[in-house]
T-cell receptor
């Protein structure tokens, strides 16, 4: 299953399938990007990050792709499990010697169907 | 410890009352950030600290919000004269170096009635 970011904030995927969550970021000067997972009643949990000098980074079952030309970020989760159900946020940072706060995207709710 | 500790978990205040939230960053982390999350969705940056110094306060509604990070004390976020629109979950995060290696706390849910 695949989301189209801000226009589809929910995504349902069958357990075991792969999922893709998309994010359009706003600042062309951003040079560091992070994906967070937020479960109900908890704070954002780091999943994976990528710097702007890369276009792909892989972790355990997760891959982040960065397309700076169109300011687009995606998170791929392989072989989804029930525990992957959560809201996923992308966040960007512009390293600016004193202004390195996170700017979050709107979020996508991922539901894994058993 | 290796977690950011936020207290209380829940806070209910009548409109016009004061609310004070606390955050103990991870030991050794010199940067602290406060974010407001409304309706389980968007995060709004409020303020950041480098040790006890304000680093960036561009997100703070200064007429009612204030924050401190004093040595040997938890950081605090205070809202004077709360309004209904202040109802949100307030998250604190800390990091060793600005912008990288953020760890978030579990948040304080503020309900203004």
């Amino acid at each position: 299953g695949e989301s189209v970011g801000l226009h589809l904030p929910t995504l349902s995927v069958q357990e075991g399938d792969n999922s893709i969550i998309n994010c359009a970021y706003s600042n062309s000067a951003s040079d560091y990007f992070i994906w967070y997972k937020q479960e109900s009643g908890k704070g954002p949990q780091f999943i994976i990050d990528i710097r702007s000098n890369m276009d792909k980074r892989q972790g355990q079952r997760v891959t982040v792709l960065l397309n700076k030309t169109v300011k687009h970020l995606s998170l791929q989760i392989a072989a989804t499990q029930p525990g992957d159900s959560a809201v996923y946020f992308c966040a960007e940072i512009e390293s600016n010697f004193g202004n390195e706060k996170l700017t979050f995207g709107t979020g996508t709710r991922l539901t894994i169907i058993p | 410890g290796e977690e950011v500790a936020q207290t209380p978990k829940h806070l209910v205040r009548g409109e016009g009352q004061k609310a004070k939230l606390y955050c103990a960053p991870i030991k050794g982390h010199s940067y602290v950030f406060w974010y407001q999350q409304v309706l389980k969705n968007e995060f709004k940056f409020l303020i950041s600290f480098q040790n006890e110094n304000v680093f960036d306060e561009t997100g703070m509604p200064k007429e009612r919000f204030s924050a401190k990070c004093l040595p040997n004390s938890p950081c605090s976020l205070e809202i004077q004269a709360t309004k209904l629109e202040d109802s949100a979950v307030y998250f604190c995060a800390s990091s060793q170096s600005s912008g990288y290696g953020y760890t978030f706390g579990s948040g304080t849910r503020l309900t203004v009635v």
